[in-house]
Nanobody, 125 residues
């Protein structure tokens, strides 16, 4: 069982920045491919970013490419999402997720095995 706890959400003005963190339980964090997803009110959950077990490869949704950066610190069992140049369209609940089977970063939500409770990000115009 893997427990994921997100933090770092909040209210920010358009153009601002936030850094989300996701702390994972367990001693095998380095074996998890990690991802960030988001869900806005009335919309389906969508992929934001993914990172491989070692952190050597990452992948992003086109809508955040160049603005968001995913990273991880395996010594701290934590994955981060640095968000810059935020837009009102980025307003959503952000979730981190762990895939214990896949090695490479990927956007397939149905392949992630564990999910956090989410953290709210609100971007005002």
């Amino acid at each position: 069982q893997v427990q994921l706890v997100e933090s770092g959400g909040g209210l920010v003005q358009a153009g601002g920045s936030l850094r989300l963190s996701c702390a994972a339980s367990g001693r095998t964090f380095s074996r998890y491919t990690m991802g960030w997803f988001r869900q806005a009110p009335g919309k389906e959950r969508e992929f934001v970013a993914g990172i491989s077990r070692s952190g050597g490869s990452t992948t992003y949704a086109d809508s955040v490419k160049g603005r968001f950066t995913i990273s991880r610190d395996n010594a701290k069992n934590t994955v981060y999402l640095q968000m810059a140049s935020l837009e009102p369209e980025d307003t959503a609940v952000y979730y981190c997720a762990a895939d214990i089977h896949t090695i490479v970063a990927h956007p397939r939500g149905y392949d992630y095995d564990y999910w956090g409770q989410g953290t709210q990000v609100t971007v005002s115009s």
